[in-house]
């Protein structure tokens, strides 16, 4: 992992972790299982690949989120603790692997994710719909979310997951326009709006998440929360920046839980469909309910009138 520099000037000493991000080990039979399959079938998760602070709990409850392609990515984000450098060939038989697994764990929602493949011409767009499809072959009642690479907003790799029709395609634009160059090196926060705007113009319910405590402001993730909703994004998330190793992005600070809460509210009154918001908020965390259009709505209005 090369050195990254520092947002925002020297960060001399790192904030102290919150009680609130405190989370639960990772223990009990179905977590267990779970691990048992994930070995035995030979998948990455980014549950793992990740550091993700709600593994014990997802496990726990029989889901994961799987990573496709592979687990050595070509990009170097610097929030991100997946491997960078040369990945291996693809492998063909992944898709009915990971189809093989789902139906093992009998998991109703499923969420797929995969590294950055900017080697392949096809970005691999095409592992990408075999996956899918051999999911849903095997699945029929699972429905799945897809967490998707930029594709470098090339029309024709997206529409091959248009074409899958998945239930969810998020893409995640990370952070603000302003640090995007830091923390995600080689991506455009521009041609990440431009991706997911061909996905809504697919008719794909679309999705995508912020990081928070990497030194940007309020004014600019509301922006970024507005720029969102103008690439007519249904569902975000927004959760806490964790450094996973020093050499890493450090984190600016912990944001606090009703700053979380505030942005809820801002992302409801932008007219979202669903905001989930807080410290341990990942893509993946609750994405079940971000399957039904309505539902994270509904509740924020019920909770408006009966407060």
Same mark, same amino acid.
Request: hydrophobic share 35%; with cysteine.
């Given at each position: 992992?090369? =050195?990254?520099? !520092?947002?925002?000037?020297?960060?001399?000493?790192?904030?102290?972790?919150?009680?609130?991000?405190?989370v639960?080990?990772?223990?009990?039979?179905?977590?267990?299982?779970?691990?048992?399959?994930?070995?035995?079938?030979?998948l990455?998760?980014?549950?793992?690949?990740?550091?993700?602070p709600?593994?014990? =709990?997802?496990?726990?409850?029989?889901?994961?989120?799987?990573?496709?392609?592979?687990?050595?990515?070509?990009?170097?984000? /610097?929030?991100?603790?997946?491997a960078? /450098?040369?990945?291996? %060939?693809?492998?063909?038989?992944?898709?009915?692997?990971?189809?093989?697994?789902?139906?093992?764990?009998?998991?109703?929602?499923?969420?797929?994710?995969s590294?950055?493949?900017?080697?392949?011409?096809?970005?691999?767009?095409?592992?990408?719909?075999?996956?899918?499809?051999?999911?849903?072959?095997?699945?029929?009642q699972?429905?799945? =979310?897809?967490?998707?690479?930029?594709?470098?907003?090339?029309k024709?790799?997206?529409q091959?997951?248009?074409?899958?029709?998945?239930?969810?395609?998020?893409?995640?634009i990370?952070?603000?326009?302003?640090?995007?160059?830091?923390?995600?090196?080689?991506?455009?926060?521009?041609?990440?709006?431009?991706?997911?705007?061909?996905?809504?113009? /697919?008719?794909?319910?679309?999705?995508s998440?912020?990081?928070?405590?990497?030194?940007?402001?309020? %004014?600019?993730?509301?922006?970024?929360?507005k720029?969102?909703?103008a690439?007519? !994004?249904?569902?975000?998330?927004?959760?806490?920046?964790?450094?996973?190793?020093?050499?890493h992005?450090?984190?600016?600070?912990?944001?606090?839980?009703? %700053?979380?809460? =505030?942005?809820?509210?801002?992302?409801?009154?932008l007219?979202?469909?669903? !905001?989930?918001?807080?410290?341990?908020?990942?893509?993946?965390?609750?994405?079940?309910?971000? !399957?039904?259009? /309505?539902?994270?709505?509904?509740?924020?209005?019920g909770?408006?009138?009966?407060?």
């Amino acid at each position: 992992m090369i =050195e990254l520099p !520092v947002i925002d000037g020297t960060v001399e000493q790192q904030p102290k972790k919150p009680n609130w991000l405190r989370v639960k080990l990772p223990i009990g039979e179905e977590y267990k299982h779970v691990r048992n399959l994930v070995d035995k079938h030979k998948l990455h998760t980014i549950c793992e690949s990740g550091n993700c602070p709600n593994m014990g =709990e997802c496990w726990g409850e029989g889901t994961a989120t799987f990573m496709i392609l592979g687990n050595i990515c070509t990009r170097s984000c /610097g929030f991100c603790n997946v491997a960078t /450098g040369r990945p291996l %060939e693809v492998d063909w038989d992944e898709p009915q692997r990971v189809a093989e697994a789902i139906n093992l764990m009998k998991v109703k929602h499923a969420v797929i994710t995969s590294v950055d493949r900017d080697e392949l011409k096809d970005g691999g767009s095409i592992i990408w719909f075999n996956t899918i499809k051999a999911v849903k072959a095997l699945n029929p009642q699972t429905t799945l =979310e897809t967490l998707i690479p930029d594709f470098k907003a090339e029309k024709e790799n997206i529409q091959r997951i248009i074409d899958a029709a998945p239930e969810v395609v998020s893409h995640n634009i990370e952070t603000t326009e302003r640090l995007t160059k830091q923390v995600r090196i080689q991506a455009k926060y521009w041609q990440s709006m431009e991706t997911l705007k061909i996905l809504k113009e /697919g008719g794909m319910r679309t999705k995508s998440g912020i990081m928070l405590g990497l030194g940007e402001e309020k %004014e600019e993730v509301i922006q970024t929360l507005k720029d969102l909703y103008a690439s007519n !994004v249904d569902v975000v998330t927004i959760g806490q920046y964790l450094q996973p190793t020093k050499k890493h992005l450090p984190v600016a600070r912990f944001v606090h839980p009703d %700053e979380f809460a =505030e942005y809820r509210e801002i992302g409801y009154n932008l007219g979202f469909d669903y !905001v989930e918001s807080g410290p341990l908020v990942r893509s993946s965390y609750h994405s079940e309910k971000h !399957v039904i259009k /309505g539902w994270g709505r509904n509740k924020w209005e019920g909770e408006k009138n009966n407060g």
